[in-house]
């Protein structure tokens, strides 16, 4: 019997390689911190599954399977986690409307990346960087090269970084990355910026005042959450994974995309993806007023 899809899962997207291996590995640890079930998606050519029974989502072959049953990825996962709730889809589709289809009813989606320099490699409208710049949820990117995270400590080991961008500061991301270091039981460093000089209103006038109004509700949701900030004016980016070099989590905010077709990362994110192979989560903001 085909059961019905669990809203608000964690999701990760498998292909059988290493990457997609490491996210999922990651998607079911963070599914255990949340509480919440794990879906393991894979977008499969058509005749190379069974044909099960047409989805509310169109005309497509879905076959989902119980953890133990032949899937080597949950089989591992429900080894690790045997309390964790897995399910496994495979889907006889193209690989972008699987997973656009499978954010639309998860709480976050992970996907896997080929990891720092080989970033460079890929094209704005390849899968990754398309999912992570149009889906509607956070989108956590792991590459086969990242770590679990240590306990946080004074190197910053353990921490959760937040980018944050005082010119432009939105909740959503500040909100996700406070979650994760209480989940966690981490630090949270905030890494911000702003763009000189002040005075010709590139930035906010008062830096201090924007941050503290920026992170105030969420710092007092969670007031064991110990906060680190750190200023940057330029090279955002560089400085991001300088701080994030001993992180568990990397979070970024993505602004709404401003064409229907643009996958709308920035310059900036990037940039850091380059450099880094921790997890990376980009968090959209809220999407802009109509």
């Known amino acids: 019997m085909i059961r019905a899809i669990v809203k608000g899962a964690v999701v990760a997207g498998t292909d059988g390689s290493a990457e997609s291996l490491a996210a999922a590995d990651w998607a079911a640890d963070d599914a255990v911190r949340r509480g919440l079930p794990l879906r393991l998606v894979q977008a499969v050519p058509p005749g190379h599954v069974r044909t099960g029974p047409v989805t509310s989502a169109g005309p497509r072959e879905r076959v989902p399977r119980p953890a133990g049953s032949a899937h080597p990825t949950a089989d591992e996962i429900g080894r690790r986690h045997p309390d964790l709730s897995v399910t496994v889809d495979q889907i006889a589709e193209q690989v972008l409307p699987v997973l656009f289809s499978a954010a639309d009813s998860a709480e976050l989606m992970v996907l896997g990346t080929r990891g720092a320099g080989a970033v460079q490699e890929l094209v704005l409208g390849s899968t990754t960087l398309t999912v992570a710049g149009r889906a509607p949820v956070p989108v956590v990117l792991v590459s086969a090269a990242s770590g679990t995270g240590a306990p946080s400590g004074a190197d910053g080991a353990g921490d959760v970084v937040l980018g944050l961008d005082l010119a432009a500061p939105d909740g ?36 201090d005042q924007a941050l503290a109004a920026a992170l105030c509700p969420w710092a007092e949701k969670h007031p064991r959450t110990p906060v680190v900030t750190e200023a940057v004016v330029a090279g955002a980016a560089a400085r991001l994974a300088a701080a994030a070099s001993h992180a568990a989590l990397l979070v970024l905010g993505r602004r709404p995309r401003t064409t229907p077709v643009s996958a709308h990362l920035g310059s900036t994110a990037h940039a850091v993806l380059r450099r880094v192979t921790l997890p990376v989560a980009i968090v959209p903001h809220a999407p802009a007023a109509t």
């Open 172 to 207: 959503r991301p500040v909100e996700f990355a406070f979650a994760e270091a209480a989940r966690r039981g981490a630090r949270l460093r905030v890494v911000h910026g702003w763009s000189e000089p002040l005075r010709d209103g590139a930035g906010p006038d008062d830096p």
